[in-house]
Structure formats: structure tokens, C-alpha cells
């Protein structure tokens, strides 16, 4: 269960009740006072806000218990979540000031017409002087909003804010929202196509399968700058991410386990794909009607994929079937498919990653008394899978090379740098991926990105420290 924090703003009429009232039935209700604010203090009435931590379920519970209370007239309910919101999250501010007339002629007219006229001679000189490269865009069209599925391009604007946020402070990318109002796969990909030429990168976001593996292909096949669907690929990279260090922690080789991965969507592919990449031999991809086989014929051309590589066992079932005597489990689908007695029959010391979300594949107080490590998308246990660890130090390192696009072997590295943060000191069964906040992920994704795209060449600009 998620937490949320709220603001009561009360006014206490102290012949009828007394503040130690209030707390006891806060507390009662489920909340938990953090902070007292005495707004208006008074000897027969006072105004008081009240700040209390809750479980977001149980958020109106405590509410209504207050109003039922004699003597405390409730004015206003405030949760600090949609205050953090007001107005949006992100704006826009000028590197240069305007204080006269010579300034402004400078940033716009007529000064600008001589950059402008630079830039149509060699469109590569927007690199340098427009913002394109340092910017990127975050785009979706809000179908497949994480935990709330198809909400709109209006209700998906939070989110996409959120992650601008996430890219200026953790890497010093600017990015912008762009959320768009329509479903069409051809609108999409020409509305990116046409807005492109202002940024250095597009992140795609929260685009329901199987629409988003088009949409991605095309992009990429048909812009010259780096194309990114991170509800694919970056949770793909911090999967691979803590499974090596996992691995390290079990003492397994990658290419001797077997691996079972839950759920065939957009994350569910790229996963299979980059386990495939980094040298699992032995794979057995599931979905709702059981597992994907060597051989077979699907109706989704990346299911239809998977089917014809060589590494995809042959072995029909259910997800509880083909679980038995594996050593890595990686869910990414719904709660509750698996109970303990599924972990327990898999092979010794098995790696668990539960990462459905707010619910895991296998309720954790079940699944952790038999797995080695266990790893889930939840903050309130250990070993949390973020893509966040991801997609700052992964875009920041393709617009310093000015990578054409971002491949497999970048993503791969991705995954290692990730991993490597970790010392083998520091390295334990509740210690497989380092924290978001830890300035290193991103220097070190950073880094291992521009290797990769020079060894691949898919960049197009060495930075100075790699000559």
C-alpha cells in the first residue's frame, strides 16, 4: 500500500475537546501525525494544521472520523501530493537576460537572422546553437499509464513532468512533456517525425503494447537521433542489472541457468531479448495461455521471434509448471500467481524478481523465507528494479556523443555500469542495485553509453576525455 501525506486545517473548539483528542482519534483512524502548525492560536478557539501521514486507502477514513467529531469544524483537507503539483512541475527559464533593446536584438530580431541562415547552410550546427543538444522529449499518448492503464495524454501529463524532473536533476537533460491525443500508430510516428527537429532525443513513455514495438522500430529506423521506449528497455537494463550481481551473490554462471520470464508485453520482450544479449542459454518466456515455445507459431511477430531462437526451450505448461527447477524467476505481468511452495520447488538459491506492481507475481512474506534474493518494483523492500537508474545516465551519455540511436550493445553496457556501482565489499542478498540518488549510476551509465556507441560507431562526436 502506498503512502500519501495530507493537511488537516482544523479549528478546535477547546471547550468541547482538547488536542490530545484530536491526535488519539487521528491515530485511531489509521493516520499518523508528522508535524503541528498553530495557524491561529486562541484561548476558546484555535486553527491548527495538521499534517499526518496515511495509507492512501485509508485517507478518507481518517477525514470523516474528524468531521464526526463535536467540537472540530474541518476547513480544509489538503494532500501535499497534489500541492507539489499546482501549476505544474517543470517551466522554462532564459540562459540570457533581455535588459535593453541591444540584447534583444541579439536573442531575436535582427540578430537572430544570421544564426539562423548558419544553421540552414549546416543543419548540423543546431547541435550548437539551439538547445537540441541537451533536450529531450518525453512522449506519450497515456494509454498504458503504469498501474492505471489507459488514461489519457491529459491525465498522463504528471507523469511525464515527473520524469522531466527526473532528467535535469539526476543528469542535467532537459526534457519536455509532450502528450498527445490520439491512438493511431501512423499519427504518432508522424507527429514525432515532425516535431524531431528540435530535440536531441525522444523518450518514449507509457505506449500500450503491441503498438509501442512499431511505433519504437519506425522512429528509429527513420530519425537520425537516439529513440528510447523505457517501459521496454529500461526496465530490461536494471533487470540485467541486478540479475549479474544476483549471480554474483548465488555464485551462477549467466550462461548455465535457466530463466523464466512472466508477462510477454513491452518489458517482458526486451528483457527476453537482453537476457538473450548478455548469455542466458536456457529461457522460457510465459504469458497468460502458458509458455512461448521453440518452434511455435504466434500471432505477435516478437512472440513469433522469440519462438525461433535457439535458446527458447521446448517445454509446454503453465507458468506453474515450467517454474519447477529454475534458478531465475522475472515477473513483469500480475500479483499473485505464485505462492512460497512455487519458489521452493525452483532450484537452489533462487533469484526472484517480482516486479508487478502495486502487487507482486509472489506475495513477498511468501517468497522470501525460500529465495536467495528476492527483488521486486516496490520501494518498501530491498533491491527495488527503477528504471530511473536507467534512462538519465543512458540519455545523457548518447547526447554527449550525439549517438544516432541507441543499440543493444549500449543497453548492455547500461546494465553493467549499473551493476559495477556496487562493490564486491558492499555486494549482499539485499544489495543488488544501487540507489537512485547515488551520483555515481549516472556517471558510470554515462561513460560505458559513449563507449559503446564509438565502439559501435553510431556516434558522431568523441567527447574530449574518450580521444
Not at 526534457?175 to 508522424?190: Q, Y
Amino acid at each position: 500500500m502506498a503512502n500519501t501525506s495530507i493537511i488537516l486545517r482544523v479549528e478546535l473548539d477547546h471547550e468541547k475537546i482538547s488536542f490530545g483528542d484530536v491526535a488519539a482519534t487521528i491515530s485511531k483512524s489509521g493516520g499518523d501525525i508528522t508535524s503541528i502548525d498553530v495557524i491561529r492560536p486562541g484561548k476558546d478557539f484555535s486553527v491548527r494544521d495538521i499534517t499526518v501521514e496515511v495509507v492512501d486507502t485509508e485517507e478518507e477514513k481518517v477525514v470523516e472520523s474528524l468531521r464526526q467529531q463535536d467540537g472540530i469544524k474541518l476547513i480544509n483537507v489538503s494532500d501535499r501530493t497534489f500541492l507539489v503539483h499546482l501549476g505544474g512541475k517543470i517551466k522554462i527559464q532564459p540562459t540570457v537576460p533581455i535588459k535593453n533593446r541591444d540584447d534583444l536584438s541579439r536573442v531575436y530580431t535582427p540578430g537572430v537572422a544570421k544564426v539562423c541562415t548558419a544553421i540552414q547552410e549546416n543543419p548540423d550546427k543546431a547541435y550548437s546553437l539551439t538547445i537540441k543538444r541537451n533536450t529531450v522529449a518525453v512522449v506519450s499518448d497515456g494509454t498504458a499509464v503504469l498501474g492505471l492503464g489507459d488514461v489519457g495524454p491529459y491525465a498522463a501529463a504528471p507523469v511525464m513532468e515527473g520524469k522531466a524532473m527526473l532528467f535535469k536533476q539526476l543528469a542535467g537533460v532537459d526534457a519536455f512533456p509532450i502528450c498527445l491525443d490520439t491512438h493511431d500508430t501512423e499519427e504518432l510516428i508522424r507527429t514525432i517525425k515532425a516535431i524531431s527537429p528540435i530535440f536531441g532525443g525522444i523518450n518514449l513513455e507509457d505506449i500500450s503494447s503491441p503498438r509501442c514495438f512499431e511505433i519504437e522500430r519506425r522512429l528509429t529506423e527513420e530519425l537520425d537521433i537516439p529513440v528510447f521506449h523505457d517501459d521496454q528497455h529500461g526496465t530490461a537494463v536494471v533487470v540485467i542489472a541486478g540479475l549479474l550481481n544476483a549471480l554474483k551473490v548465488v555464485n551462477k554462471r549467466i550462461e548455465n541457468i535457466r530463466v523464466v520470464v512472466n508477462g510477454v508485453g513491452a518489458a517482458g520482450v526486451s528483457i527476453c531479448k537482453m537476457l538473450l544479449s548478455a548469455g542466458v542459454t536456457k529461457l522460457v518466456p510465459v504469458d497468460r495461455d502458458g509458455a512461448i515455445v521453440r518452434g511455435g507459431t504466434y500471432p505477435y511477430p516478437m512472440w513469433q521471434w522469440l519462438a525461433e531462437q535457439p535458446q527458447i526451450e521446448d517445454v509446454e505448461g503453465s507458468l506453474k509448471d515450467v517454474i519447477k527447477g529454475a534458478d531465475v524467476f522475472i515477473g513483469v505481468s500480475r500479483g499473485n500467481l505464485l505462492n512460497g511452495e512455487d519458489i521452493r520447488g525452483m532450484a537452489p538459491d533462487p533469484i526472484v524478481f517480482a516486479m508487478a506492481n502495486p502487487v507482486p507475481e509472489v506475495p513477498p512474506e511468501e517468497a522470501i523465507p525460500h529465495a536467495r534474493v528476492f527483488a521486486t518494483g516496490r520501494s518498501d523492500y530491498p533491491n527495488q528494479i527503477n528504471n530511473v537508474l536507467v534512462f538519465p545516465g543512458l540519455f545523457r551519455g548518447a547526447l554527449d556523443c550525439r549517438a544516432r540511436c541507441i543499440n543493444e550493445p549500449m543497453k548492455l553496457a547500461a546494465a553493467r555500469a549499473i551493476a559495477s556501482v556496487i562493490s564486491g565489499g558492499e555486494l549482499n542478498e539485499l544489495y543488488i542495485i544501487p540507489s537512485i540518488f547515488n551520483e555515481q549510476v549516472v556517471v558510470e551509465v554515462r561513460k560505458a553509453v559513449v563507449q559503446a556507441a564509438i565502439l559501435t560507431g553510431v556516434a558522431r562526436r568523441i567527447p574530449k576525455e574518450f580521444r
